[in-house]
């Protein structure tokens, strides 16, 4: 029943999932430059912060700078799981970095800078990428800015890429935080997505999946822009619902009325 929908449309996949490959994500030119920017910071061992609304695309383009620096020069470290204390958040980037444990803190982070200085004798750059960032501890936070400081705090030698929600930004303005915030030296922050691309991502995603011809109406798309504001991981649910709905009425475009039931259906599950 589920994929019923697929063949009604003629579509080799799930168009809204978010099982889709570095390669094939939608890259405007307001996301390609973002990417860009990234990059040159990496090149340059910066540190940054990127920050916006839930479900905007902020860990898309993290896996968009992914592809685009080379693994021969810079060795990434993703870390997600940043809820937990300053120890085991050392402890974390250890393993990722394949490194031994160490029983306390300081030994760990010990273990951490010293393979970031080798790194630097082999000219490979670390990039730390901390994900939800907002969630980071506080006695965490009060360390980071610590992991920046190489021979006398001279050497850039690895990045930090803090990534999280726009209260990241307020967080890390304050002034027990003002040591690490002064050693971040981009900030960026998602702006809003405008009626047009959410029209391009819907048609985009499609496309990926083997769509040849508008499947939703202008007037449709407008209202699913309304609805889901800048969050694509709402687009992606409701773009995803009114295209099963839609198969099942037998119609071939998505219009208005589509997605006004489905709206309809979600308020009412809500109240
Ligand atoms: N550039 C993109 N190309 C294709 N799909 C995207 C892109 N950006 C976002 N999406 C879709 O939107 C969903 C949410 O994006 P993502 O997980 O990057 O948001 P986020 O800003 O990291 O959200 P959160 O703050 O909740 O972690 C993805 O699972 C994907 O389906
Ligand atoms: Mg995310």
């Not at 003629?10 to 939608?26: M, Q, V, Y």
């Not at 393993?95 to 082999?122: C, I, N, R, Y």
């Not at 691309?197 to 499609?206: A, I």
């Not at 099963?244 to 599950?269: P, Y």
Request: net charge neutral; hydrophobic share 40%; proline share 3%.
């Amino acid at each position: 029943m589920t994929l019923d929908y697929l063949e009604h449309f003629a579509l080799s996949g799930h168009p809204f999932s978010k099982d889709i490959g570095d390669t094939e994500l939608w890259m405007p030119p307001s996301k390609q430059s973002l990417v860009e920017d990234l990059t040159d910071a990496m090149h340059a061992r910066a540190s940054v912060l990127l920050t916006g609304e839930p479900g905007v695309g902020k860990t898309c383009v993290l896996r968009a700078l992914r592809h685009a620096l080379a693994p021969a020069n810079f060795r990434l470290v993703y870390c997600q799981n940043t809820t937990v204390g300053r120890r085991d958040f050392y402890r974390h980037l250890c393993l990722a970095l394949g490194l031994p444990k160490a029983a306390t803190a300081g030994d760990l982070f010990l273990t951490v800078s010293t393979h970031v200085e080798q790194l630097a004798t082999e000219r490979v750059s670390p990039v730390f990428l901390v994900d939800e960032a907002h969630l980071l501890h506080q006695d965490t936070l009060d360390h980071l800015h610590i992991l920046l400081n190489y021979q006398w705090d001279s050497k850039p030698l690895l990045s930090l890429v803090l990534i999280g929600l726009s209260e990241l930004d307020d967080r890390l303005r304050l002034r027990r935080n003002r040591s690490l915030y002064s050693r971040i030296h981009h900030r960026f922050a998602f702006g809003a997505l405008a009626p047009d691309d959410t029209g391009d991502y819907v048609r985009t995603r499609l496309a990926r999946v083997g769509a040849t011809k508008d499947i939703f109406s202008v007037d449709a798309l407008a209202l699913l822009h309304e609805a889901a504001g800048s969050s694509l991981r709402d687009t992606d649910r409701i773009a995803g619902a009114a295209l099963r709905l839609a198969a099942r009425r037998k119609k071939k475009l998505v219009e208005r009325d589509v997605l006004t039931r489905i709206l309809q259906a979600e308020s009412e599950d809500r109240s």
